[in-house]
Every structure is written in structure tokens, then in C-alpha cells.
């Protein structure tokens, strides 16, 4: 890949309409439902989130999916990673808009993939907004060889794809849960071999980490050394939230005593955490940071959701800069930072256009981007 950071922006492929999702939640279902119907839950919480420039878009529609790469171009942005579904014996869902990509070549804007390869679930929320499952919609299966090697020539043409990304010369491919893959040495054995049959010189594989303790992160750091692993993606996210009530003890039990009496979600300032999802051991050539931009699951969850209050741009603009000095002295091959995410407005985690900020956290990724550029120049 070569060159300076790249920062590589998490893609839902949602937003559209599916046989399955009308099945469980009524007809013309999409996530912009959830959106649309959010209610502000607390003094202060903007709800809903409106998209400004692309409205509530349809990604079975090829305009928007180039009007979506045109404005990542322009904030800087290398390329997706979009959500990838296969549970299993060919099932997958939320595949159109990928493969409308695929098929037409449009738009010429680098891509990856990431398995998400977890269950679906219809969802129930504790109080601690934490997802617990009653209902199982669609299980993540794992049937065998046969179906490793039908999964990897499923994908063959995206690898093949001259806009796919490549790290150190191979399709990067990330799994979201490592751990969750029975046979997981198996799995990686058997596509590293296939990718060097098809003449991809194998595959680089990045495990997806959501670090919740240092105990957690170095079991699942030993695991994947162990399978073969070429890279993490870690995402301190719910960690630091955690540690952050565990060092300010008050500011925890008043945030409780205000979920219980006033039926509140779980909120954080966003300034408490901004850097400190940026841990310093994404200054490992093999550790991928990833930018948080905001967050606001309640679409989706109620009042057991999670929300950082008094986002902003300029904070934000604050943690792409502290991240980019962090990675400064690696490879260039792996000065690659994640972005969660692109589009999830379910989870008020996007950097698409609202009315609220408009092209505010583009803006801020760009001129971070721009001043770091500048700065090695001189």
C-alpha cells in the first residue's frame, strides 16, 4: 500500500429493504426506521439524528453510493470496509450494495471487507446497555471445509478487484470475532493456501479486537499470533468508558442514580475519552487503531443505551491528530487507522452529513489529515 496514514471508514451495507428484515420487523423495514423514530431522553440529547446532504438514502440507488465515496474522497478517506454477512452454507444478508459495487465498478473507490460473523439477534437491553439475547434470527454457523472453501471463492472476484486493499501485497480481510471460529487455525490455513493458488499471494488477515481489559486483550493478542494473524484492529471503546467510571467513582454513582430515577442511558462527556480510545498499544506495527467519532446507540436501545454527550468536530479533530502522532514512527505499509464508522446512524456513529454539524467531522478529519502532511514536509 505504500505512503502515508490511511484511514479506512467501516460501511454498513443496511438501508435498504430485505426479504428477511420485512419477515421480522414489518414491511420497508430498514435501519432508518430506528433513526427516524429516536425521541431525546435527557435535557440536551439531539434525537433525532437527521441526515443532511444524502437524506435517508437507499443504497439500492448507484448515485448514492458514489455520492458516498465523493464525500469520503474529499475528507480523506482511503476506502471502506464494508460489513460482509455469511453465516454459513451460502446464507448471507445485507449483500446488495456490495455487490452492485462489485458488479459495476462503481464507485472507483478503495474497498475491503470485515466477516461479521456473529448471530443475529432480536434483541433485549439489560441496564447496563449491554444486548442481551432471547431470540436468535439468524445463527452465525461454521459447517466444515467445504464451506471455507466456498466462502473464499465466493469473495475470489472482490479479491481479484484492481480497487481491492492490499497490505504488504495482499486483500486485507478483517474478522470481527476470532474467537467465536471453531477451527479458526483451519480457516486461515485454508485461505492463506487458497489465496496463494489463485495467485493472491495469500491473504492478510486482521483480527477485530474490542478491548475490555489487559488481561482480554493479551489472551485474544496470543490467539491470533497463534492462528496466523498478520494484524489487529483494536477498538477501545467500551474499555475506556469502564475505566473511566472506575478512576472517577461520583461521577459513576451519578450517573447511575440519574439512569435509575430519571430512566436515563448511560452517557459520558465525550472530552473525558476522546484520546483515550487512541491506547498506546496501537503503536505496534500490527495494532490498527480506530477513530471514534461519536456515539448514540439509544436509536436502537432506549434508555439502556450508551452516549457520549458534547461530541464536536474540534474534539474530534483532536483525536485524529493525537492518533496520527501516535502511528508516526511505523512502516508506512502500517500506518492504517479504522473509522467507526461511516454509517451506522442506528449507533449516532457516523461522519456523514447531519443537520447538526453538516460537514463538521469531514471537515475535521481533513484538516487533521492535511496538518499532519504538512507537518512531516517541514
Request: aromatic fraction near 14%.
Amino acid at each position: 500500500m505504500g505512503g502515508g496514514s490511511k484511514v479506512i471508514a467501516f460501511y454498513l451495507p443496511q438501508y435498504h429493504p430485505t426479504p428477511d428484515n420485512e419477515r421480522w420487523w414489518g414491511k420497508g423495514f430498514t435501519e432508518w426506521t430506528n433513526v427516524a423514530k429516536a425521541k431525546p431522553l435527557f435535557r440536551g440529547h439531539y434525537q433525532p439524528k437527521i441526515p443532511a446532504d444524502l437524506g435517508f438514502y437507499d443504497l439500492r440507488l448507484s448515485e448514492i453510493r458514489e455520492a458516498q465515496a465523493e464525500l469520503a474522497r474529499e475528507a480523506g478517506i482511503y476506502g471502506f470496509c464494508y460489513y460482509h454477512y455469511w453465516f454459513g452454507n451460502g446464507k448471507q444478508e445485507l449483500e446488495l450494495p456490495f455487490n452492485e459495487v462489485l458488479r459495476t465498478g462503481k464507485p472507483d473507490f478503495p474497498f475491503m471487507l470485515c466477516w461479521a460473523n456473529e448471530s443475529w439477534h432480536k434483541k433485549f437491553w439489560n441496564k447496563d446497555g449491554v444486548g442481551t439475547s432471547k431470540e436468535i434470527l439468524i445463527e452465525q454457523t461454521y459447517p466444515g471445509e467445504k464451506d471455507i472453501v466456498n466462502h473464499f471463492y465466493h469473495l475470489l472476484p472482490a479479491f481479484k478487484d484492481p480497487r481491492y486493499i492490499r497490505i504488504y501485497g495482499k486483500p486485507a480481510f478483517m474478522i470481527y470475532m476470532p474467537e467465536n471460529i471453531p477451527s479458526l487455525g483451519q480457516f486461515i490455513k485454508k485461505w492463506e493456501e487458497l489465496g496463494m493458488r489463485e495467485g493472491l499471494g495469500g491473504i492478510y488477515f486482521i483480527g477485530h479486537l474490542q478491548k475490555l481489559n489487559d488481561k482480554q486483550v493479551a489472551n485474544s493478542i496470543k490467539l491470533y499470533e497463534n492462528n496466523n494473524f498478520n494484524a489487529i484492529n483494536l477498538v477501545d471503546h467500551y474499555s475506556v468508558i469502564e475505566t473511566f467510571y472506575k478512576e472517577h467513582f461520583f461521577k459513576h454513582l451519578r450517573n447511575k442514580i440519574e439512569r435509575i430515577l430519571l430512566k436515563r442511558p448511560i452517557t459520558i462527556d465525550y472530552k473525558n475519552i476522546n484520546k483515550r480510545v487512541i491506547s498506546k498499544e496501537n503503536k505496534a506495527n500490527n495494532v490498527y487503531p480506530t477513530l471514534i467519532p461519536n456515539w448514540d446507540h439509544t436509536p436502537r436501545s432506549g434508555k439502556n443505551g450508551r452516549v457520549y454527550t458534547n461530541v464536536s468536530p474540534k474534539l474530534f479533530a483532536e483525536q485524529v491528530s493525537y492518533c496520527l502522532d501516535l502511528i508516526s514512527d511505523k512502516d508506512d505499509e502500517d500506518k492504517i487507522i479504522f473509522l467507526k464508522s461511516w454509517n451506522e446512524w442506528g449507533e449516532g456513529n457516523y461522519m456523514e452529513p447531519d443537520l447538526e454539524f453538516g460537514h463538521g467531522f469531514l471537515k475535521a478529519l481533513k484538516n487533521s489529515l492535511k496538518r499532519n502532511q504538512a507537518k512531516k514536509i517541514q
